[in-house]
């Protein structure tokens, strides 16, 4: 878990009681919006205060960083694993990116297409869809992995709600 108002990230155990704390500001990652485990274990935060992934071991160790500046104005908040892939919404932009390991765009789509003004959480499904929260207009997308909408869902019935 992610707390960008400490720069630092938390392991929770299943009961809800934390297991492990590490910053993230001794590592340069000032503001940690989204976190995901990749398939080594590594933990890869989407810094949303200098446009980074930075990625971790399990143990707080940098293992390396990958710069997400040549995307443009880049305000990455969340961040999800496909297997191959890091998907990362960009909220200021309207777009989601699939960045791959070398930090290289694989798969941009504007969500701004499908009536999409904020996405900031994005999860993928076990068959690649990828879903994505729309902060702008309280709505779930679900999208093929090249971007086809397939489904919207309002969260409105939920109040007031910032989905994330």
């Known amino acids: 878990m992610s707390d960008p108002t400490n ?4 392991t929770v155990s299943p009961t809800g009681l934390p297991v492990a704390t590490f910053s993230t500001a001794v590592h340069g990652a000032l503001v940690p919006r989204g976190v995901t485990i990749g398939p080594s274990g590594d933990v890869y935060v ?5 446009e980074t992934l930075y990625a971790f071991a399990p143990s707080g160790a940098l293992q390396g960083t990958i710069s997400l500046s040549h995307f443009g104005s880049f305000n990455p908040q969340g961040l999800a694993w496909d297997g191959t892939n890091m998907r ?11 960045v791959a390991p070398g930090g290289l765009p694989v798969v941009t789509f504007s969500t701004a297409d499908h009536g999409s003004l904020v996405p900031r959480g994005v999860t993928v499904g076990p ?5 994505v929260a729309d902060d702008g207009n309280d709505t779930l997308y679900t999208f093929s992995s090249e971007g086809a909408l397939r489904d919207s869902t309002s969260l409105s019935h939920f ?3 910032n989905p994330q």
Not at 46 to 50: F, S
Not at 88 to 98: C, I, N, T
């Open 159 to 161: 109040g007031a709600f």
């Open 127 to 131: 068959d690649g869809d990828v879903f």
């Open 46 to 50: 989407a810094d949303d205060g200098n």
């Open 7 to 10: 720069d630092a990230l938390f």
């Open 88 to 98: 990362v919404p960009d909220p200021g932009e309207d777009v989601l990116f699939a």
